[in-house]
């Protein structure tokens, strides 16, 4: 078992930042052993840190917190000259050889400067100087050339030369090859590996570039906000990467170059909801909004496949006529379909391009979301059913939300002024749309969701009556992002897709001002989906854990209370049917739960039979009352069956 | 599939006080069809950025130009015919986004000149540029759109470059290492942008880098330049799965990966010649292994399906 040479303990590094009492934290708590004779490569993208880790561990910058010790000896709280002794251990190459060297110096002088420092006799340093120009490949005539007389590739040689000019034991190489040509590189990471076994040297190596770190490196430190996120041998982190991030950036890196996808040439700001654009739009949202990123689980849950006999063969009633199942999805236009019995997968089918991890637009399914996240807060005693959403927003005071409260929102009972037409460009959900940049806008008017919300006004008394109203969720949205005082993607992430084990990242579209769009604007995979419902379904247990309070799910399965009266549309399809925390409620014995999204997505929970169905759809019109019969009869035929 | 752009025997003089000083383009010879894209490769000093150039007419007063360039249906073209198809229909992305905008003017302002210039209707440049930023990934349009470069990172300026070039929408998009100045990860993001406008947008590329990979993973055909001359082109595939030329697989062995034992990288010897006036022969003889007598004259063109490679060594 080789040594350790370099021991760096939980080092931190913290920056003031200006106009802000605030630090920030380049380097967070890092702590890892360099062997003798290895070599360390450090990933990860521009500003995780890299680079302010490797000074602090050289002695270049003092860690605010943590320490060094370099071949036993502590880098703090020494004398000066027994530091520059210390150092003595430790050399140096950067990125840009030419830039490295003093113009004015000669190679000469270049190399031999760290001796003279030292205070070597002239004989050695002569001696030295000529035995090192000559291991790193160049001939003793260029002594006397300066940088800009020498090539890229023979700069860095000199760096290299002047780096090992005191004999170190561990050397830093930051992004060593970047500035050079592939021919140049491969000479100089010939040379690095020829110097390090001829001298037993052990590198410390940063570099963006991963073939660089997986042909040189023996260990790899992945490296994100601070933190290394995963550490292993080059083999396993760059083969069998395990965390997301090591995966996301290696698959960035290795991607065939079609991830990206370029908008479709028919592309319409204002019309791709409707079809045909949706079965693109729908899938590829990230393409043209803005998204912040919603992450999956560190290990995230397999579900067990236990395939349900008879699905496939299943002959639906809807409309008067008689449907099989390919035939009843192709005419609702389904994009992924997922049926979970007993919290295994019974079926599981994607249309339309998509596959497990392709990731689909939830619209209103969003709002169900939002009702579960909303119930942990309420259990905490974070938000307070009976105050006003103004009491949380003060921008909200003077409008609607100044009245309402929170309770009130989450069950759509806000009485408000505000048509929710899908189809009419003047209605104000066109202007909810135009607001969360869902529409063109090129109006002074709505810009993001915080000049558009405060102008809601009320319409009647609250509490009163059921009015399906998507700016109460946007409206609550905001308020729980402001109550925590981070963004709502996060909160989604920290309490519903890690705690629950989502297998992918799921995003979430922002307004221009960065405010989430919680009435719809959450893509996630059909999978992941599934593991919410199955969760719903399980009173708020799973993967171990209570996830949502117990309560909160038999409370929502009731539904609201009868003296809230219901539109038609709702009454004609399930006569018992109610909305509440978020969430419909067919109001049927089975006490069936669903959550639903216009142009046919959903999620459909019924206990009694222990089945969760999740539908992805890009139907080419928002809303059709056949479609919703068609959809109910799908269900309940899935769900009867044995 | 028509040509776009026809290169042929394009050479490069400079000259010093009346007497030719270098020659660093020796006869070069590209074909780029509609929708296609063509990656150059080679090495710094091989002369890629100065094809570029001078397929522009942007070459300093000290060069002289020799042999054809055929572009669309204008025909044969000199530079005094560039000034009109530059900038609208052969548009061009520089390495460098921090230094290829005005440090001075927003971004807005600077994607208004642009379409001003195209003459594009008033009343709807407003629209383009919000359509052009948003193809190419940028959302938050209204703050691009106010930035000054500084405020901007290298990638977000890079894909600004790219919208100001897709403006006019272009026949050719000349691109000359776009992601050279950007870190890996970035500069792959923007890699696959190109490659999926180009395809959505169906322009043609000249997309020129050192970087070998970059090349391979975004070009139907590619050319490896070597000291002012193609040595070895063809469809990309081929090329880099049986590359036939010395030089070629010189470059491809350089690669750096897992696969290959630790300080056994094929490192070519030597460097590019620095100048390559009265160089006769093959220009890689010096450097390579399997040169002998014979490679001191011109080396024959050699075919091997739809290869073509300049060398004594590759039997046809």
């Known amino acids: ?642 | 599939m028509s040509t776009v752009l026809k290169v042929s025997n394009l050479e490069v003089d400079f000259i010093a006080a009346g007497t030719v000083i270098n020659t660093p383009l020796r006869g070069i010879n590209l074909e780029i069809s509609s929708g296609q894209t063509l990656g150059i490769v080679g090495e710094t000093g091989c002369g890629k950025t100065l094809t570029a150039t001078s397929i522009m007419g942007l070459l300093p007063s000290s060069a002289i130009q020799r042999g054809s360039i055929e572009f669309a249906e204008h025909g044969l073209v000199n530079a005094a015919d560039m000034a009109d198809i530059r900038g609208s229909e052969i548009t061009m992305i520089f390495q460098n986004p921090q230094s290829a905008f005005n440090p001075i003017f927003t971004i807005g302002t600077q994607l208004h000149m642009v379409a001003v210039r195209r003459q594009i209707a008033r009343n709807k440049i407003e629209q383009l540029l919000h359509a052009r930023l948003r193809s190419v990934g940028l959302n938050d349009v209204k703050r691009v759109m106010n930035s000054y470069p500084h405020e901007l990172s290298g990638g977000m300026l890079q894909r600004c470059m790219i919208a100001m070039a897709l403006i006019s929408t272009p026949k050719l998009l000349i691109a000359d290492e776009p992601t050279t100045a950007l870190d890996a990860t970035i500069g792959h993001q923007v890699l696959g942008l190109i490659r999926s406008l180009q395809q959505s947008e169906g322009f043609a590329m000249l997309f020129i880098s050192h970087d070998v990979s970059a090349v391979a993973k975004v070009s139907d055909v590619m050319a490896v330049v070597y000291a002012g001359r193609v040595v070895e082109s063809g469809p990309t595939q081929d090329v880099m799965n049986n590359p036939q030329h010395p030089y070629t697989k010189g470059l491809l062995g350089a690669i750096p990966s897992a696969k290959k034992p630790r300080g056994e990288l094929t490192a070519i010897t030597g460097n590019v010649p620095s100048s390559l006036k009265a160089l006769t022969g093959c220009s890689f003889a010096k450097r390579c292994t399997s040169a002998d007598a014979q490679c001191l004259g011109e080396p024959p063109i050699i075919q091997i399906k739809e290869q073509v490679i300049a060398c004594w060594k590759v039997a046809p």
């Open chain 1, 1 to 642: 078992m080789s040594k350790s040479v370099m021991q760096i303990s939980n080092v931190s590094k913290k920056f003031p930042i200006r106009d802000s009492k605030n630090l920030f934290t380049a380097v967070d708590e890092i702590s890892i052993d360099l062997m003798e004779g290895e070599v360390l490569g450090v990933v990860g993208e521009s500003g995780s840190g890299k680079s302010t880790l490797a000074r602090c561990a050289f002695g270049i910058t003092t860690p605010t917190s943590g320490s060094i010790t370099i071949l036993g000896q502590s880098l703090a709280g020494k004398s000066r000259k027994s530091t520059r002794e210390l150092r003595s251990n430790l050399g140096f190459v950067f990125q840009d050889p030419a830039g490295s060297i003093n113009p004015r110096m000669s190679v000469y002088d270049a190399i031999s400067e760290p001796l003279k420092l030292r205070g070597d006799s002239t004989d050695h340093i002569n001696e030295r100087v000529t035995f090192l120009i000559d291991r790193v490949g160049l001939a003793s005539n260029q002594l006397i050339r300066k940088s800009h007389e020498l090539s890229g590739g023979q700069c860095q040689r000199v760096a290299i030369a002047r780096a090992l000019a005191t004999n170190p034991k561990i050397v830093l190489l930051d992004e060593p090859t970047s500035s050079l040509d592939l021919s140049v590189q491969a000479q100089i990471l010939n040379l690095l590996e020829e110097l390090r076994r001829d001298f037993n040297l052990t590198y410390f190596m940063i570099s963006h570039n991963l073939d660089v770190v997986a042909h040189l490196s023996d260990r790899v430190a992945v490296m994100k906000d601070g933190k290394f996120v995963e550490v292993g041998t080059s083999t396993a982190v760059l083969t069998h990467p395990e965390h997301p991030f090591t995966r996301e950036l290696i698959s960035v890196y290795s991607q065939d170059l079609d991830i990206s996808p370029a908008l479709p040439a028919n592309f319409n700001l204002d019309h791709w909801q409707d079809g045909p654009l949706n079965k693109w739009a729908f899938q590829n949202i990230s393409a043209f909004l803005p998204i912040e990123e919603i992450a999956p689980a560190i290990k995230p849950v397999d579900l067990i496949s236990a395939p349900l006999a008879g699905i496939e063969e299943l002959s639906i009633a809807a409309e008067g006529q008689e449907y099989s199942l390919p035939q009843i999805l192709a005419e609702t236009h389904t994009d992924a379909l997922i049926v979970l019995r007993n919290g295994k997968v019974a079926f599981e089918k994607y249309f339309n391009g998509m596959h497990q991890d392709s990731v689909h637009l939830l619209q209103s399914v969003s709002k169900s979301i939002l009702g579960a996240l909303y119930s942990n807060y309420i259990e905490k005693g974070v938000i307070d059913l009976d105050k006003t959403l103004g009491h949380y927003v003060p921008e909200l005071k003077s409008s609607v939300y100044g009245q309402a409260t929170i309770s009130q929102a989450l069950d759509m009972t806000v009485a408000l002024s505000f048509s929710e037409d899908y189809t009419d460009s003047n209605s104000e959900m066109a202007r909810l749309d135009r607001a969360c940049g869902w529409r063109n806008n090129f109006t002074d008017q709505d810009q993001g969701l915080s000049s558009f919300l405060p102008t809601l006004t009320a319409n009647g008394s609250h509490g009163k009556y059921f009015q399906y109203c998507s700016a109460n969720t946007d409206a609550l949205a905001w308020v729980i992002s402001r109550v925590m005082g981070k963004p709502y993607s996060e909160l989604i992430e920290a309490e519903l897709w890690k705690p629950m084990g989502a297998s992918n990242a799921a995003s979430i579209t922002l307004d221009q001002e960065g405010l989430a769009v919680g009435n719809g604007g959450i893509s996630c995979t059909a999978h992941d989906l599934a593991l919410f419902g199955q969760l719903v379904l399980n009173e708020g247990s799973f993967n171990g854990q209570q996830i949502l309070p117990k309560a909160w799910v038999n409370a929502t399965m009731s539904g609201a209370s009868k003296e809230v009266a219901v539109p038609a549309y709702l009454s004609s399809l399930y006569p018992e049917g109610s909305y509440k925390n978020q969430w419909w409620v067919t109001g049927s014995k089975a006490r069936e739960l669903y959550a639903v999204g216009i142009y046919g997505q959903y999620i459909w929970i019924d206990p009694s039979t222990e089945t969760v169905i999740v539908k992805m759809s890009s139907i080419p019109i928002p809303v059709d009352p056949a479609h919703s019969r068609m959809h109910m009869s799908l269900f309940r035929a899935i769900s009867a069956l044995q």
